[in-house]
């Protein structure tokens, strides 16, 4: 039953305003107010049709959703079905769509959509006819998913609660750790905000650009306080490669980290919406990387939150406004980005399969921020494109039940595929790497080569495990990936101060640790005849960790961390082992290690090694 103070839709005795009728959304007057809470959250003359009532609502600011549409978190949720559900139907053009409520409020003050899959669609529809008959059709909005014998599932979304019962809308730790980084980086937050979004931003597009500076300027109150917390903490990685920060003194890091990831976890607690999903994804592609098992849990947190507001759906066809179609695809590439490589380097699987989503690949048309951001934006699209690719690499190598009947994918012949695609400034990154002044190039190169050296040393294994191992081609192979490896060696030596301060994601760092684990193990499997010393993998791993060590001392870059602390070691006692010593009764070579607790710290433990760096 509704209160006294409510306005429904469509009532004879208590009309609806003329801007509500035209959207054909619910009319609701609040005591001691002249506007109705949709015409204040738009921003229109709240007028009645019997000009006995009149006001004039105060405009608001465009949010990071789009900039000529309310933000989720500005908008009054819109009252649904009375069985509390909401459809989302492909039946409106984009046009009608900016002037209409969206049905689906992703910032909600109290409520979040969750996602209810193909299986209940059903049900509901049956049970919103019912109700929509018994009441005549009063305050019922029902709106189809999907016409008759589409393929795409149907889905619905139905409110939940965000805060926990008993939780105060007032208790907010995350934004008493928000201000303690405020503190610590004044005067010159809004320039880490200008440095974010010019520097990782167009490479990885998380947030809407132009209508973010919009809301940051003018209403920063209503951003969430664990987005700005991460914003601020991801900002730092370039204090020191930006002109005018560089000659300033650089708060401490971690600490400003561990207050983000305070926030994170207390807004994942409290209110978690897809703002707590950003924030994850902000501390997840974080630098330093000094977690595997933190990034692994906020991810999964991340991902989940994904799931139950349904951006693993192509919102194309929705009627809800352009913008926020494309905010929702931008956080799901982003998922996806983070999940499938660090898969590759952290040696788990990916948490998403791709028969659980239909999110198209990005294409310019979904990226608001094209037309200033074309070159960054060309090679997140490429970086998109290549991560499908090492999808399927993925589940080649986590694959554990083997179907002996299925014809084995020619992963080499996807990612020949996909290069011979490219054109223009994005081929010669990837054929010469050249070109890689443009912003993300360095990354999308080392993401290309670590991708290629998985294949060499997947047909590697393959040769090892035949049952009739041919030599020759075992030792092409081998060959082959150590080319590869070495691609990895050269790119890394001729990067200057500019890539070095360029957009990387952060598992690059365990893609230089995986090359010089494959070189030494080429030195010890195939090249230890003339000793170790003389070891032509092994001498390019020394020269690839003095590259490393020249940018960590020079550029202070911390992608270089990892490698160096697992491996520096490791290989300096390579190369001073003494050469093997031919055995006169056998005339075999025995080699000569100082003592066997070496053998155990060849490869120590990545784990031991990010509680020391």
Partial sequence: MESGDERPYRSHTKPACLPCRRRKSRCKIEPHTEACLMCRAHGTD????????????HKRHSTETAPRVPHPALRTPMAGPSNGLLAVSPHFSNSQSQNLDTPLSLEADDDNPHILGPAVTGDNHVLADYLSNISGGQGIREIRPVEPGSSSSPVIFTKVQKR???LTVNSSPAMKNLETIEKLIEPWGP????????????????????SFRAQYMNTKHRISPA??????????????????LSRERCPDSRFVWNLAIEASYSELHASAGISTIKSLLLDVGGRPTTSMTGNGVRLSSALSLCHSLGLNRNPLPWDIPQAEKHLRMKVWWSVLIHDRWSSLTYGTPPHIRRSQ???????????????????????????????????????????IRIESQNPTRNLELDLNKWVDSLTGEIRKIIIRGSNLDIPGASNLRLAYLATRLLLRRIDLDRERQAQDPNPEAMANRTMEARRTAEDIVVLVQELGEAQLGDFWLPVAAFTFSSTVTFLIRCALETEQGAGLTESGSLRMA???????????????????????????????????????????????????????????????SIWDTLQSI
Wanted: aromatic share 10%; with cysteine; charged share 20%.
């Fill in 227 to 244: 987005l700005l917390a991460n914003l601020y903490a991801q900002s730092l990685t370039y204090w020191r490669h930006d002109p005018i």
């Fill in 357 to 399: 989503y239909d999110v198209p690949l990005p294409i310019p048309e979904y990226l608001s921020d094209w037309e200033y951001n074309r070159a960054a934006n060309s090679v997140f699209i490429e970086l998109m494109n290549l991560t499908d690719v090492l999808d399927h690499c993925l589940e080649h190598v986590y694959n």
């Fill in 542 to 604: 020394s020269d690839f960790l003095d590259s490393l060590r020249s940018h960590q001392r020079n550029s202070e870059w911390d992608l270089a961390d990892i490698c160096l602390a697992q491996h520096s070691e490791v290989v300096e006692r390579l190369l001073n082992s003494s050469p093997p010593v031919i055995n006169s009764e056998t005339n075999a070579e025995q080699h000569f290690f100082h003592d066997m607790a070496f053998v155990d710290d060849m490869f120590p």
């Fill in 46 to 57: 709240c007028t009645f049709p019997n000009g006995r009532a009149k006001a004039t609502s």
């Fill in 164 to 166: 926990p019962l008993g």
């Fill in 191 to 210: 320039h880490l905000i200008e440095l974010y979004l010019k520097k990782v931003n167009p490479c990885l597009p998380l947030l809407d650009e132009t």
